[in-house]
């Protein structure tokens, strides 16, 4: 079983950074796809970053491209996603995810297994 704590979150300001942070237990993150996914309000949950197994891949959603970075850390199991230049359309409860799985095509939710709780993220213009 994989656990993922997910924290960071807070009320930023339009334009502001934020780093969220998931740490990951019962399996190293270098075994695992790791991703993070956003759920506003009223909204489907919607893919915003993920890092390959090898940690050599990286893939970004259009709408956060050039302006969100994910990483990991193996040596602390620890995922980040670093935010900047925050919109006001970045407001979601951000998740990270997981899964031992290769994934083939697109990353949607259904394809990852393990979930953290949840952190909001609030961008006020």
């Known amino acids: 079983q994989v656990q993922l704590v997910d924290s960071g979150g807070g009320l930023v300001q339009t334009g502001d950074s934020l780093r969220l942070s998931c740490a990951a237990s019962?399996?190293?993150?270098?075994?695992?796809?790791m991703g993070w996914f956003r759920q506003a309000p009223g909204k489907e949950r919607e893919f915003v970053a993920s890092?390959?197994?090898?940690?050599?891949?990286?893939y970004y959603a259009d709408s956060v491209k050039g302006r969100f970075t994910i990483s990991r850390d193996s040596a602390k199991n620890m995922v980040y996603l670093q935010m900047s230049s925050l919109k006001s359309e970045d407001t979601a409860n951000y998740f990270c995810?997981?899964?031992?799985?290769?994934?083939?095509?697109?990353?949607?939710?259904?394809?990852?297994?393990?979930w953290g709780q949840g952190t909001q993220v609030t961008v006020s213009s």
């Open positions: 995810a997981a899964t031992a799985r290769t994934i083939v095509g697109a990353l949607e939710p259904y394809k990852f297994d393990y």
């Open positions: 019962g399996r190293t993150v270098s075994m695992l796809t």
């Open positions: 890092i390959s197994k090898s940690g050599l891949s990286t």
